[in-house]
């Protein structure tokens, strides 16, 4: 979808569709006042006769209303005018957007702006109608037969009565960007586990720094055992599909500037291992990548906007699969750090490739460090599908990822990292175990992760209950793209 900025009164402008905002009680947007003048005050006729209720997110289209210009006029209800909170809206734009889709409409305009929602501006409102725009008429059918038919609509202009500000510019073109970036997160999620192998986001990976002129290396397993990777190796050793390490690097901004590193766990597949998850939804294991396909959405969204900011991208890729040659519970390896690890569980494995990854970031001379996994099923169990867990050993960074999770409304909460549960991973035979037990599995598993991270400041992102839905809407949400690059945006000042 393609999107621009217009300034013109809603009742003038042309086109497929003008969408304007109502709230209750006949209360409307300065848009649909506008409107409702140029027409005869037909929207208060509908108000009167109880046709247009401004019901959060109830919409109503209009065909060929004399007064506008456009051939349809869609109403979206936006509820008690002065109660509109961020949720409502932005249920609302979806609302009227998949109204939009349904239409054979090919061009929508989009007057939002004047949404007036709590804590919100107009360039809020603008960037997050582009995010939602891109995620209804999302369509993941690249491997049916016959893909279905392609949205009708492919261009939405958000539009205004009053000026278009720089502000509001900048932040369109930076959710459309964005919006790139989820779509990739998304298309790499929902690939299976048989095309999606760690040799295909090597590829990708490496299609994305062409592109984009970034630096892309990707190592071998020879390389990682010269580098002494024992961890990350160990989960690969079940499976016939080679482990690949990918490094990205995307240089934007002063060359003496540290750069941010972001590392996403790339389980192609997670069958468990000898440590075999039972059978019921185990497909969607395939999404055990979602912390590596963040990474790249989120290098597209910062070099499509060509972001001032140095960034490296970091991605263990590998598949976790039983065989005779996989790892056994009970096996010790060494970690690239030195540090022994008794795996008790072969199926806690995002930790064994992440702890090398966490290593490896080291080189980089980060000036901090967010890695992206979906870790634990606890996480799900404690946090739902609302809210990615966030972990790490620096408050000053977990409050800039958890005030941009809520800027980008792709938000996270905060777990304790207490020195206390680290005593739940001491091993009788080895440095640590790679298991804490039930309790506070999220937090364990971070403890984990955080004897690899010691150098640097360190924040851990568990999107295992966002980074995709189940169900009859099952597919992966490009989660937490928005909320990685708006933390980059925001540094980048
Ligand atoms: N990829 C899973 C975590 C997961 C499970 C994400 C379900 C989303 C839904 C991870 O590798 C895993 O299997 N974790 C184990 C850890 C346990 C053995 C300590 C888990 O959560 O059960
Ligand atoms: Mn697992
Ligand atoms: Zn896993």
């Known amino acids: 979808m393609e999107f621009s900025t ?79 909170d961020s949720k409502t809206a932005l249920e609302a734009l979806r609302a009227a957007l998949r109204a939009a889709l349904a239409t054979p409409a090919s061009d929508a305009t ?26 209804v008429s999302y369509r993941s059918d690249s491997l049916k037969s016959k893909p279905a038919e392609p949205a009708k ?57 062409k592109s984009h002129g970034l630096k892309v290396q990707v190592l071998e397993q020879a390389d990682m055992e010269k580098l002494g ?3 990350f190796l160990s989960v690969a050793r079940g499976s016939v599909q080679p482990p690949k390490l990918i490094s990205l690097e995307y240089h934007g901004g002063d060359k003496k500037q540290k750069p941010v590193v972001l590392v996403g766990k790339g389980i192609t597949f997670d069958t468990g291992g000898i440590s075999l998850k039972p059978g019921a939804e185990m497909d969607e294991m395939k999404y055990d990548m979602c912390g590596a396909a963040s990474v790249l959405g989120t290098f597209q969204a910062v070099a499509a906007m060509k972001l001032p900011i140095n ?3 970091i991605i263990p890729t590998c598949e976790n699969m039983p065989s005779g040659t996989a790892t056994k519970p009970g096996d010790i390896v060494t970690s690239m750090s030195g540090q022994t690890i008794e795996i008790l569980n072969t199926d806690a494995e995002g930790r064994l490739i992440l702890c090398d990854a966490l290593t490896y970031a080291a080189k980089f001379k980060p000036d901090c460090v967010v890695d992206i996994a979906t870790l634990t099923g606890a996480c799900v169990i ?29 938000r996270a909460w905060r777990m304790p990292l207490y020195e206390d549960y680290q005593t739940l991973l001491d091993s009788n035979f080895a440095d640590m175990q790679n298991i804490g037990g039930r309790a506070g599995g999220t937090i364990t598993a ?19 209950g966002t980074a995709w839905k189940s169900g009859k809407e099952k597919g992966g949400t490009g989660r937490p793209v928005g909320l990685l690059t708006q933390f980059l945006i925001n540094r980048a000042g």
């Open 6 to 84: 217009k300034q013109l009164g809603p009742e003038k402008q042309t086109g497929g569709c003008v969408i304007v905002g109502v709230y209750e009680n006949g209360k409307f947007t300065d848009a649909a006042k506008a409107l409702d003048k140029a027409c005869g005050h037909a929207l208060t006729a509908l108000v009167t006769r109880g046709d247009l209720s401004g019901k959060a997110s109830s919409t109503l289209l209009l065909q060929q209303l004399s007064g506008s210009a456009a051939e349809r006029v869609l109403l979206v209800g936006l509820g008690k005018h002065g109660a509109l």
């Open 110 to 135: 989009l007057y939002c702006t004047d949404w007036e929602v709590a804590g919100r501006d107009a360039a809020w409102l603008g960037a997050q109608a582009v995010l939602a725009a891109a995620d």
């Open 153 to 209: 609509l492919t261009h939405l202009t958000l539009a205004t009565g009053g000026k278009v500000s720089k502000k509001l510019e900048t932040a369109i073109a930076q959710a459309a960007a964005t919006a790139q970036g989820v779509g990739l997160a998304k298309t790499l999620g929902n690939l299976p586990g048989n095309v999606c192998t760690p040799t295909y986001l090597a590829e990708q990976a490496l299609a994305l720094g």
């Open 229 to 231: 990777m024992g961890s």
């Open 311 to 313: 960034l490296v991208g």
């Open 382 to 410: 404690a946090l739902g599908h609302v809210v990615s867990g966030l972990l790490g050993n620096d408050d000053e960074l977990a409050a800039e990822l958890l005030a941009a999770g809520e800027q980008s409304w792709d």
């Open 446 to 464: 971070a403890c984990f992760l955080a004897r690899f991270t010691k150098d640097y400041r360190w924040a851990h992102l568990d999107i295992a």
